[in-house]
């Protein structure tokens, strides 16, 4: 079974930063995708970052220049690195995994999430 296990959420002040990570077990496809998202209860889920098994990232403008996404394939693990959080970045946070159809990345798998808090 694919899984996808995030951690790194916390609370924290306004204009600190935190780095979440998603550790991927079970996934074997050679090529994919990885995906980091946000949610707040009652809003839909916003996409905030990608990047694929080339190493092509992509950053949603709500959040470039604050956020990055990176991953570290020998540990199989994705990092979404958030700096100069401010309280409307509060939300829960998940990863997910895909594969690439049709140059998108069509996600298939789904982490829990954690949660972040700004005040």
């Known amino acids: 079974d694919v899984q996808l296990v995030e951690s790194g959420g916390d609370s924290v002040q306004a204009g600190e930063s935190l780095r979440l990570s998603c550790v991927v077990s079970?996934?074997?496809?050679?090529?994919?995708?990885m995906g980091w998202f946000r949610q707040v209860p009652g809003n839909e889920r916003e996409p905030l970052a990608s990047?694929?098994?080339?190493?092509?990232?992509s950053v949603a403008d709500s959040v470039k220049g604050r956020f990055t996404i990176s991953q570290d394939n020998a540990k199989a693990t994705v990092y979404l690195q958030m700096d100069d959080l401010q309280p409307e970045d509060t939300a829960i946070y998940s990863c997910?995994?895909?594969?690439?159809?049709?140059?998108?990345?069509?996600?298939?798998?789904w982490g829990q999430g954690t949660q972040v808090t700004v005040s």
């Open positions: 079970g996934y074997r496809y050679s090529t994919y995708c």
């Open positions: 990047i694929d098994s080339d190493g092509r990232t």
């Open positions: 997910a995994a895909g594969v690439i159809l049709d140059s998108r990345c069509r996600f298939a798998y």
